[in-house]
């Protein structure tokens, strides 16, 4: 394939297309909310990922020039010529455009259940900073250059499009010489998974979750993410809203007493986390069996 993708993402020149395309109620699990290629200066350039709104999505960006700076949790990163960064909004990081600097990029910006998983599970595993091979940034430009046509408009095409950016990146990261590690790691989680899953009334806390594991909570967390794409606390949190959402339309009971079987002793705040998650109250969602949102807004529902 050689260059030639890359050439052509160059001849086209900058461009940003947002990409809200009409979705029916069984949502896409990966889905792209924007693409482009950029070269972007100086101070206007600065994005922080805890500044971003609730909806929780990921960015893909590819440097082909400049550098880019990324403060993630404790560390720093130079993003420089033939590196890429993923990152996953709502977190502690930051990344921008040092004064009298420019970043040259291309990027895919994703949201989704499996999205988020996969994209959780990659950084935890080799961090938001890599290298990736020639015919992986190849593949990905192409995807870039694909999305940011004005005349795909079928969700299925956008999602089969973000999805194989996806697994490019899961291919060169995580591919076989990871297999072994990762199987390993998920065996070690599958005990805690099944205890969480029966025990959703009761405290998780992730201490008590990391000694049922016999390991430090510093190295579980880690262990869990790698293993299962997001924190133990996150993945109780969407567990707990999945046995919520079983529970309203299924069957008569009370919000209060479900907020109790999901693990809220306080019926409000089920009731704030629960708005969160889905969109809508807990009232709503056993009226309807959806979710509604505004038009154009995307919102991560576990299922």
Request: charged share 20%.
């Amino acid at each position: 394939m050689g260059n030639f993708v890359l050439q052509r993402l160059f001849d086209r020149g900058p461009f940003s297309r947002p990409i809200s395309l009409p979705q029916r109620r069984d949502r896409l699990h990966v889905m792209p909310t924007s693409t482009g290629y950029e070269i972007a200066t100086g101070r206007p350039y600065d994005w922080d990922g805890r500044a971003r709104g609730s909806m929780p999505f990921s960015v893909l960006q590819h440097c082909l020039a400049g550098e880019g700076q990324l403060s993630y949790e404790r560390h720093h990163y130079r993003i420089g010529p033939g590196e890429t960064m993923l990152v996953v909004i709502p977190h502690q990081h930051r990344y921008w455009v040092p004064d009298g600097g420019y970043w040259e990029f291309f990027w895919i910006a994703m949201t989704g259940q499996e999205a988020l998983r996969l994209h959780n599970a990659i950084i935890a595993a080799v961090g938001p900073v890599f290298s990736l091979k020639p015919e992986t940034i190849e593949r990905l430009a192409q995807c870039t250059l694909d999305l940011g046509d004005s005349s795909l408009e079928a969700p299925g095409m956008a999602s089969a499009c973000a999805y194989a950016a996806t697994m490019a990146l899961y291919d060169d990261l995580l591919g076989p010489h990871e297999a072994a590690r990762h199987d390993a790691n998920h065996r070690l989680t599958e005990r805690v998974v099944e205890h969480i899953r029966q025990n959703l009334e009761s405290d998780l806390d992730v201490q008590g979750l990391a000694d049922l594991a016999g390991l430090s909570r510093a190295h579980f967390t880690r262990v869990f993410a790698a293993s299962e794409g997001t924190s133990p606390a996150e993945f109780v949190l969407l567990e707990r809203m999945r046995r919520a959402a079983r529970l309203l339309t299924s069957g008569t009971l009370s919000v209060k007493v479900i907020a109790n079987r999901c693990g809220f002793e306080d019926p409000n705040y089920f009731a704030k986390v629960f708005r969160r998650t889905y969109g809508i109250s807990p009232s709503q969602f056993r009226s309807t069996g959806m979710y509604s949102a505004p038009r154009g807004t995307r919102i991560v529902v576990p299922r």
